[in-house]
């Protein structure tokens, strides 16, 4: 788990990447801006338990891939959750708060994630544990708000205005960040078709 000093801001963006690629690092450089980050750290997970395994590039590939492809000191690119053996975003959540006091962590994911984000492990728990930033993706940003999470925790939401305070809110409180948008994604990267930035 990277090192972080207490009274940093710091974000959490999560995922398989599998490939990482410029459309990850877009999310990651305006999580840091706009939520006024000390840190990000960049989770590459062992593999996403609602994904198909048999396309999952090794892990020590795709950590060496988000590493060439974050490009900012401030991001830290890490595979804790690997030598802890977890496999849900709840229980690396739960963990990184419990080792961290005084650090305020933001979870970050991209709005195409929020459509199918009721359907992972404890997903209420999630959202209890930190604030969550919502970055905009292609063809997400009004599906969004038809989403489940969105609907039930619609009582949370904070102004986009208030991004740069985000971090230091109780839970559950989350925003919806506008902004540049890639059209890349680790799907079309497998399967070998070339998506241009929006």
Do not use: C
Not at 47 to 65: D, F, S, T, V, Y
Not at 102 to 122: E, P, Y
């Amino acid at each position: 788990m990277p090192h972080a000093e207490k009274g940093m801001q710091v974000g959490l963006f999560g995922g398989s990447f599998n490939p990482p690629h410029a459309g990850h690092a877009l999310v990651a450089e305006i999580a840091l801006r706009r939520l006024a980050l000390d840190q990000l750290w960049w989770l590459v997970t062992p593999g996403n338990p609602l994904k198909n395994k048999n396309e999952l590039l090794p892990l020590g590939e795709r950590i060496a891939l988000s590493e060439r492809v974050a490009g900012n000191p401030r991001v830290k690119v890490t595979a804790f959750e690997a030598r802890q053996n977890f496999r849900y975003t709840a229980d690396t959540l739960a963990y990184i708060k419990a080792r961290n006091p005084g650090i305020d962590f933001v979870w970050i994911m991209g709005a195409d994630n929020l459509r199918d984000f009721h359907r992972w492990q404890r997903w209420r728990q999630i959202v209890l544990t930190f604030p969550i930033a919502v970055v905009d993706r292609p063809g997400s940003t009004l599906a969004f708000l038809s989403s489940v999470v969105a609907k039930t925790f619609d009582h949370a939401r904070v102004d986009e205005a208030d991004a740069p305070r985000l971090a230091g809110m109780k839970a559950p409180a989350w925003t919806f960040i506008h902004g540049p948008r890639s059209l890349l994604s680790s799907t079309a990267i497998r399967a070998g078709k070339t998506e241009q930035k929006q």
